[in-house]
């Protein structure tokens, strides 16, 4: 089997995901190659995507891709990565998250390799769930319709509820659709350090309880909301300090913000780490206040590493935490929601711990990134045929 994943988002969860799947079926044996841009648009530190999957012995193609809507730098990247897929005629595309979702599925139609070739994609997110625009959120569901109807064999979502909205808002039929959820080894995050100790490696108060966030520092992960709600924690008299681990576009706007609030001698803009189990050794209480999600991985690893966790109440985040047994959801955007639940667990130690050892547990009863790839490589099996028996007299 020769498999080619396409993606740009070669960041963060997606990045994660990504990697986790390309090197469990490189060392399975699977003739595997990675389609992805040099560099991310806006990555300024989180830059070594393609090099690790060279040192993990993966073959990559480095193929420019832009994370915004470029008609021009799209067209170009469409054709290479026709060209491409012409030479290497693969017998699986898998296309990951937005904009290589749009690119590889249309490139798979236009290089005349189906039904040889399967087209499967993996959304990370949708990001027609983002609020910001109406019209870019309508345009962008009519592409994500359109080709999930006429160019995908197989969409993989990465939680239960991602595949609500792929059958409700895509219309994708039912036997083209399916769940594998994102995957972290827990036994990675076992053994963390004592939290003095990692804050004092992060510039922190080795004494102080400290909330903090890992992920990207975009619209999307809702930290307006989490710096309100902040400011309302602090003026309760609540002595915290405010750890955010991650780089993006919104990261001087936050920095305007926290200003603004009187904040800035209690946030930590910690720029973007590799280190993730310091980070959450750190931390007391991991927020994630999202808007959407997929499956996040800021999640799997902060219940991996025993951590008490408040998320949003939205896809992904839903399907990881069950408010009040491993964790506590909030409604999204509601600063004082967030505000009362970050507090009600910080002065109680007690149902941190409590939270923290429920998280753990649910985080070992998953599948390992192993499994996972596992399950994939089953699905591109029964993917291809199917498509060979579509195609037959």
Known sequence: MKVLHVV??????????????????????????????????????????????????VPVSRLPMRRSVSPIADLRALAQLVRLLQGANPDVVHAHSTKAGVLARVAVRL?????????????????????????????????????????????????RSEWQVAREKLMVPAGRLTVVENAVDAAEFGQLEPAGVARDRLGLDPDRLTVGFVGRLVRQKGLGTLLLAARRVMDAGLAVQWLLVGEGPEESALRRTAAGLNLSEHVVFAGYRSDIPTALAAMDLVILPSWYEGLPYTLLEAMAAGRAVVASDVVGNRDLVRDGVDGVLVPPGDAAALALAMQTILVDSAQRHRLGQAARASALARPTPAETAGQVLELYRRTMESALRADGP
Request: overall charge positive.
């Open 111 to 159: 290089a005349g390799l189906r039904p040889n070739t399967v087209s499967i994609y993996t959304p990370n997110a949708f990001a027609f769930l983002d609020s910001h625009s109406q019209l870019l959120r309508w345009c962008v569901l009519q592409v994500e319709r359109w080709l999930g109807r006429r160019a995908t064999d197989l969409v993989i979502a990465v939680s």
């Open 8 to 57: 740009e988002a070669t960041t963060a969860g997606v990045g994660r995901h990504v990697f986790d799947l390309a090197t469990a079926m490189h060392q399975g044996g699977v003739a595997v190659m990675v389609v992805c841009p040099p560099k991310r648009q806006g990555a300024q530190k989180d830059t070594g995507f393609a090099d690790r999957l060279q040192a993990a012995g």
